[in-house]
Structures are given as structure tokens and as C-alpha cells.
């Protein structure tokens, strides 16, 4: 039976495996076999995602399909503690053995035989799973490319040292006859992840066409609007987007509302999950929305996108069920001082819009603070907002500490008889 590692947002390792075993109930042949999971401090960086190992038989088909929670699977290799240098690292991958690797390049090629342009698998966002491994001759040798993210400040050694390592223990284990080593036209790609003193190593099994594009843009996923020969790119990954859906708890017949939904992400998950079943309103200041309301695309027309100020947003009193938002951070997107006078505004609009038991789910990155003051139980005037927090949870974002804020609507806002 295959062992997987899930590469998730860090912080929230655990919700995801309760999700995976949610989605995979009817199947008794997947196991959580371990979670790493501890945002602090000193798991900040890239390296600091959720792990979780899953062992499982379940059809790569349904895998990738049914967690798009996940950012990224690697079939596992190996999983190191107390890495003090390299040759650790080494002596591990040496010790799985060619045997391991190769059924590991196995389950890779499955998943890449399935149809991924079928029907089922094509949506608004793209999923770029792995290609099918076009070999003009099946003698030829495997190219593949080792790569690592690495994380932690008391290391000896460097990212570009454990990506030379592995490379150097895959060509020890097979001859150059069977494996060769390329960095532009790889087919399998050997990823590791190195955390303070642990690291794990696996074959992703994400798109080798997407990993192979340059520039920082992540390849999880594209978005259809997104330039082809952007190198960054600004707004929340379809997978964070997918977790922020989830935690929203939608309900049928609800009204779902992203009053800065941007580029319109987390308003094209939630019409990926719930449909029909769910009507869900969304809008921007930004005016290259337009380009976005005239595509032919219908999953993106479908989801009642708006240009609006989400300070004056059109909607009625008390409509709105859920608010699920990532408001501009104010780095990268917005400025920071324009953020601190936004989220109030953003609130007190918000709790107009609010059904009497309305509930909110927002990412936020640097005006915590902010939040926690304008919710505070007996707050006053501009600073009572008809909010109030009811859980946060800390996560590392993509190498920078964040926090997902869930909220309910109070009784009233004491201010100007907005109620």
C-alpha cells in the first residue's frame, strides 16, 4: 500500500486529515499515519507547511479529486529526524533503496495515465496534475530533478546541498544507464522539505509542465486570468481557498458573500463545492474586474461578480448568511495605511449586510491587532463593528505567520442606530 505525504497549509494539519478522512469515509483503506503540524516561530519559511502521511490505496483519481484542501502530494521516500548534515539525509535514501523508488515512480505513472482533461477534472481553476510521461523510447533513461525547500537557521547546510545529495544517492542507487539527472526536461521530480531537524522526501506528483515555468509563481494551481509569463502573483491559493470555504460551514440555501474577492478565487471554490446549492455574491474596486464579468467563462460569470467599494457594498439588509474574505494585507496588494481605516469599514458594512445569525470567516496577516480591538467585547462608537471573534487559528501562509479569524454577528452595533 502506497504511502503519500500532503503537503497543506501549515497550522491547519490536522483539520485537513479530519477533512481527508471526512471525504474518504466510505473507504477503509486510508490512514493518517502522521501529522506535523506546529506553526511558531521558528517554523516560519516555506518549509513550514502541514505534513501529513496518509497511507492509502484509494484511485489517484479520487485522491486528488476529492482534496483540493491539499496543496501538493508527494509520494513518499523517506522521512528523516535529527538531520545535523547532508550525509543523513543520504544514509536515509540509500537505506529505501531502488526497489521503493521505483514503485513510487510506479503510482507517479498512474496518476499521470488518468484523463485530467475529461469533463470531471476541468473547472474554472485548473488542477495541473502530473503529465503522462511521453518517452519516445521506454530504454531511455528516467530524467528527473531534485529539488528542495528549506527551513530553519542552525543548519550546516544549504538548500542547493540536500538537492545535490539526493541527486548524488539516485546516482549511486541506479546506473546512468536507467537514471539521469536534468534541471529543464525532468519527468520526475524528487522533492524535499527540510524543517529545523526533520525532513521529508517524496516524488510529487504535481505537474512537471507547471514546475518547469520560471519566475516564484506557484504551481498548485493557475488561474485562467493569470498572464502566462507571470513570475508572481498576488491572492489566496485555490487550496487555501478551498479550507476557507470548509470552515465556513455553509449550510444549503445560504447566501455566501467575498466583499474583496479579487481575482474571484474563493468565490469559484465554493461554486466548485456546493454548485447551485449555494448563492454566492462577490465583488472588487478593482476595475480589471470588468475584463473578468465579460469572459466567456461561466464558472466565473456564475459567480455573481460585482465592481463595488466593500465599504458602500449593494447589497439589502440582513440578506447575507456567510462573509468569507481575505481583505488586502497591504504588502504586495493595497497599501498598509489604506488597511488599517479598510477593516472596520469592511466590518461595520459587513454587519448591515448580516443576517441575525450571520458568521464570518477572514485570513488575515497584519492587522490582527486591529481586528481583536474593533471586536472587543464593549466596544464604542467607530470601534464597534457588531462582530465578535470566536475562534483564530495560527498558520504559516506561505512562509509568513498568519491568522484565519472565524466571527459571529453580535446583538446590535451601538452607534448611530445602525440597528
Not at 313 to 320: A, I, K, N
Request: aromatic residues 6%; negative net charge; proline residues 4%.
Amino acid at each position: 500500500m502506497p504511502i503519500y505525504i500532503a503537503i497543506c497549509l501549515g497550522g491547519l494539519g490536522t483539520y485537513v486529515s479530519d477533512l481527508l478522512l471526512r471525504e474518504f469515509s466510505e473507504s477503509s483503506d486510508l490512514q493518517i499515519l502522521q501529522v506535523d503540524d506546529e506553526v511558531n516561530d521558528e517554523t516560519q519559511g516555506h518549509a513550514g507547511c502541514g505534513k501529513i502521511e496518509v497511507e492509502t490505496t484509494v484511485d489517484p483519481k479520487l485522491l486528488w479529486s476529492k482534496s483540493r484542501f491539499v496543496m501538493t502530494w508527494l509520494v513518499k521516500l523517506a522521512v528523516v529526524e535529527n538531520v545535523k548534515d547532508v550525509e543523513d539525509i543520504h544514509a536515509a535514501l540509500t537505506a529505501v533503496g531502488a526497489t521503493a523508488i521505483t514503485a513510487a515512480v510506479t503510482v507517479l505513472r498512474s496518476h499521470a495515465a488518468i484523463d485530467w482533461s475529461s469533463k470531471e477534472f476541468t473547472s474554472e481553476i485548473q488542477r495541473p496534475m502530473a503529465s503522462p510521461l511521453h518517452r519516445s523510447n521506454e530504454s531511455s533513461p528516467i530524467l528527473y530533478r531534485a529539488s528542495c525547500i528549506r527551513s530553519g537557521s542552525s543548519h550546516k547546510f544549504t538548500s542547493l546541498d540536500v538537492s545535490r545529495t539526493v541527486g548524488d544517492c539516485v546516482g549511486k542507487i541506479f546506473p546512468p544507464s536507467s537514471w539521469k539527472a536534468s534541471m529543464k526536461d525532468y519527468e520526475v521530480r524528487i522533492m524535499s522539505y527540510v524543517l529545523n531537524e526533520k525532513c521529508w522526501c517524496g516524488i510529487s506528483l504535481s505537474n512537471v509542465d507547471q514546475q518547469r515555468n520560471k519566475g516564484n509563481l506557484d504551481s498548485e494551481f493557475r488561474h485562467p486570468h493569470t498572464p502566462p509569463d507571470s513570475t508572481a502573483v498576488v491572492g489566496v491559493r485555490p487550496s487555501t481557498a478551498s479550507l476557507l470555504i470548509s470552515l465556513c460551514e455553509i449550510t444549503f440555501g445560504e447566501i455566501v458573500c467575498d466583499p474583496t474577492c479579487g481575482s474571484g478565487t474563493l468565490l469559484i471554490e465554493g461554486k466548485y463545492e456546493w454548485g447551485d446549492k449555494v448563492q454566492f455574491l462577490g465583488g472588487d474596486i478593482d476595475v480589471d474586474l470588468n475584463q473578468m464579468r465579460m469572459s466567456d467563462n461561466n464558472e466565473v460569470q456564475d459567480c455573481g461578480l460585482s465592481l463595488w467599494d466593500c465599504g458602500r457594498l449593494p447589497v439589502r439588509d440582513r440578506v447575507v448568511d456567510v462573509f468569507v474574505c481575505d481583505p488586502p494585507f497591504g504588502v504586495g496588494c493595497g497599501s498598509a495605511k489604506d488597511a488599517v481605516t479598510l477593516l472596520p469599514k469592511l466590518l461595520r458594512e459587513c454587519r448591515r449586510c448580516a443576517v441575525e445569525d450571520g458568521r464570518m470567516v477572514m485570513l488575515l496577516a497584519h492587522r490582527v491587532k486591529e481586528l481583536r480591538r474593533v471586536t472587543a467585547p464593549g466596544a464604542v462608537g467607530k470601534w464597534n463593528t457588531g462582530w465578535k471573534i470566536v475562534n483564530e487559528r495560527r498558520i504559516n501562509l506561505g512562509g509568513m505567520l498568519a491568522y484565519i479569524i472565524e466571527l459571529v454577528v453580535t446583538v446590535k452595533i451601538e452607534n448611530d442606530g445602525d440597528e
